[in-house]
């Protein structure tokens, strides 16, 4: 009699069955915390959340620690992307490729805010009387404690006092105060030579409004109070620089069905993300003293960044990304120079 024949893959799966722990079925089975979805395995397939939700102090550290990695994985993947791979960024991002990235508009919205918090802190550490003199108010204030203090000491203590710290102090206020104070004396000076040209121009002040010339005037006389203001308004408007951009992309492939305004609007925010990374790493030289070789590689770095970026994105050939490129450096100067107007405008 012959001996029955076992289906060695049905026992093998019956005893890992038996083996395998309850614990599992949680994650398969049930309704979802969040949405009420039936589960069907590890994560809800309507709402996405973890099918089995966690009830201890251990979980609310772990998913620190999630949440921190998984922001800097994406980041990190983008970043470097955005350096060396522009285009091959936005081009898969705009094919739908964007679970390893970050999306343009966050990121620059990060960027933005990176950016003026570096500006912040480099100032500070370029000169210790940057922070007094950028605010009229804390200006006023040290100015007071200053008067108070000379008036309470005695004459010969502050004379002593003033006479064995000039000596140590003076070589070391200079040298510290005089790279910020170089780079404000240039900014307040340019609104007061502003005024000026349009002053010498008779006709185009007298068809100014009189509002507008007392705010000009305002202006002239007090040139640090409106660049406080202007420093204070920038991160504000930096999103005018989107659309005063976004004609000019259209322009740049007009009537094309193939480049739709969302590719563009892609583009420009990552480009203006990489110019914000470059505008942070020349404040950083200018602070350990490289401000002009500094200026020299960005200068060099934006076209070469921006050709690669047009080339790639929109599979241009080298003479089509090369004129595109220089005719969006030309719209690149008059947007910021309108940026520019209008954070003045808004400064009187």
């Not at 004129?323 to 450096?329: D, S, Y």
């Amino acid at each position: 009699m012959p001996s029955p024949q076992f289906d060695t893959d049905l026992v093998a799966a019956a005893i890992i069955s038996d083996n395998q722990p309850a614990a599992s079925t949680h994650e398969q089975h049930g309704n979802c915390k969040n949405c009420g979805a039936a589960l069907a395995g590890k994560y809800c397939h309507e709402c996405g959340q973890v099918s089995h939700v966690h009830r201890s102090l251990f979980h609310i550290a772990e998913e620190l620690l999630h949440g921190l990695f998984h922001f800097d994985t994406k980041m990190w993947r983008t970043i470097p992307a955005l350096f060396f791979y522009p285009g091959k960024l936005t081009r898969e991002y705009i094919d739908g490729k964007r679970v390893r990235y970050v999306a343009p508009l966050p990121l620059y919205l990060f960027l933005i805010f990176l950016m003026f918090f570096v500006f912040s802190m480099t100032a500070q550490f370029s000169g210790g009387d940057e922070k007094s003199s950028d605010s009229p108010k804390a200006a006023a204030t040290e100015l007071t404690k200053d008067k108070q203090v000379t008036n309470e000491a005695p004459a010969s203590s502050v004379a002593a006092t003033t006479a064995s710290a000039s000596d140590s102090d003076t070589n070391t206020d200079e040298q510290t105060a005089e790279p910020a104070a170089k780079h404000k004396d240039v900014a307040t000076a340019a609104i007061p030579k502003i005024v000026a040209d349009l002053e010498s121009d008779s006709e185009a002040y007298k068809n100014t409004p009189h509002w507008m010339q007392e705010k000009l005037n305002h202006a002239a006389a007090n040139p640090e109070l409106v660049f406080y203001k202007m420093k204070g308004s920038a991160s504000k408007f930096a999103l005018l620089l989107l659309p005063l951009a976004l004609p000019v992309m259209w322009l740049l492939f007009p009537f094309s069905r193939r480049h739709v305004m969302f590719d563009h609007c892609v583009f420009i925010l990552y480009s203006l993300s990489f110019a914000a990374c470059a505008m942070m790493i020349l404040s950083l030289m200018s602070l350990a003293n490289f401000a002009g070789v500094g200026f020299t590689l960005i200068c060099a770095a934006m076209p070469l960044h921006m050709y690669r970026q047009l080339r790639g994105t929109y599979l241009l050939t080298s003479f089509q990304a090369a004129w595109r490129t220089m005719a969006l450096l030309f719209a690149a100067f008059i947007s910021l120079a309108l940026y520019a107007t209008a954070l003045l405008v808004f400064s009187l």
